[in-house]
């Protein structure tokens, strides 16, 4: 009974988090932009090494932005890539720089460069694995006129086929993508996505960049973000999230389990580091909610809980879970995602396994161990 009650705690501790994002979603109101003639100028900055499969997609996006040309530049940093890609010639206006290392942390470095050599105000950061809307700097253009922010979160969700490894991780991410508008709605952002990722320049450069965090690898995005908060150089009342479709860039999914058991541990290998209280607590929530389900198979296999004890502590998971998804979904991913019982069963293990990985630390991304 002892058992049954201290994992039922820690998924009520862990759903009451939860159900608090859910609500925040609905906190934050969807942008209708109305479009005027363009005057922000923008300077998207893309990190890249041995992405020829995938940036001809993310080129042909670039091509098809209804944005004045004169108005934008895209810099492409090449972070010491093999596999030749080699640039043509495009309808916009580009860069291509080779990364300078100083850190123990090649995205950092690369952004760090590109910033230096950015001529706009305003940049912006995508991955070479993503694919931008058409209308993307027309609505950012629209939401930094209508807003005072310096600092600006937006949507990010995955292209998924239809097996169950890339619709297992939609459903994971969309979780992280309701953790992002939750934290945002309710006042307490601590997390968003480098994949679509505003600021100026000006608020770069007075937060010192990426000087306290770059010996760790990951966390261009959510490092500057806390940094941000907890600045008089910028502050939580000039950070905001811009909720509209035409804002939602598209990225790609790991192909394999071993691809995305690394990513995932690369990603959770710098929650120690998070400067924010919440994110930490939230973390620490996340895993005990995810190991009560994970312990509480394993007692009810060996008879130390009854079968419905454990059943109990599951459902009340998936039920908070599923709030928290539904409403991130209205807005991010509309379309039915498949292999849903399956997924909510392997995650706790996923979850669990990744976490106590990350605690060492090691992991190895694009051929380089972290």
Not at 31 to 40: A, D, H, K, V
Not at 136 to 149: E, N, P, Q, V
């Amino acid at each position: 009974m002892i058992f049954s009650t201290i994992l039922l705690f820690l998924v009520v501790v862990y759903g009451c988090f939860i159900i608090h994002l859910a609500f925040g979603i609905k906190k934050i109101a969807y942008f209708n932009q109305q479009y005027q003639r363009p005057i922000t100028t923008f300077s998207v900055i893309v990190p890249f090494r041995d992405e020829a499969k995938t940036l001809p997609n993310l080129i042909v996006s670039f091509e098809q932005i209804n944005y004045p040309s004169d108005l934008f530049e895209i810099i492409f940093v090449d972070d010491a890539s093999s596999d030749g890609f080699e640039f043509g010639n495009y309808n916009f206006s580009y860069r291509v720089l080779s990364n300078v290392r100083k850190s123990n942390s090649p995205k950092k470095d690369a952004i760090d460069w590109a910033v230096k050599h950015a001529k706009n105000q305003w940049i912006i950061t995508t991955d070479a694995d993503c694919m931008v809307p058409e209308n993307w700097l027309k609505t950012l253009d629209a939401f930094i006129r209508d807003h005072s922010y310096e600092m600006i979160a937006g949507p990010v969700t995955y292209c998924a086929n239809a097996d169950f490894l890339q619709h297992f991780q939609l459903l994971e991410f969309l979780t992280l993508q309701g953790a992002t508008l939750g934290s945002f709605g309710n006042g307490m952002p601590f997390m968003c996505n480098g994949a679509n990722f505003a600021y100026t320049k000006s608020v770069f450069e007075k937060l010192n960049g990426f000087s306290d965090c770059n010996h760790i690898s990951s966390g261009d995005d959510v490092f500057l973000l806390q940094k941000a908060i907890q600045s008089e150089a910028c502050g939580i009342s000039k950070i905001g999230f811009l909720k509209n479709h035409d804002f939602l860039v598209l990225t790609q999914p790991c192909f394999s389990w071993r691809d995305l058991v690394q990513q995932r541990i690369r990603w959770a290998s710098k929650t120690g580091a998070y400067k924010s209280v919440y994110a930490k607590t939230l973390a620490v929530a996340v895993f005990l909610g995810n190991a009560a389900v994970v312990i509480g198979l394993l007692l009810c296999l060996f008879g130390s809980i009854p079968f419905w004890d454990w059943y109990l502590i599951f459902a009340l998971k998936i039920a908070a879970d599923f709030v928290l998804q539904f409403k991130t979904g209205r807005f991010i991913q509309p379309g039915v995602i498949r292999f849903y019982l399956l997924s909510t069963l392997v995650y706790p293990f996923f979850s669990v396994g990744v976490a106590l990985f990350s605690w060492k630390g090691k992991y190895e991304w694009k051929r380089r161990k972290g």
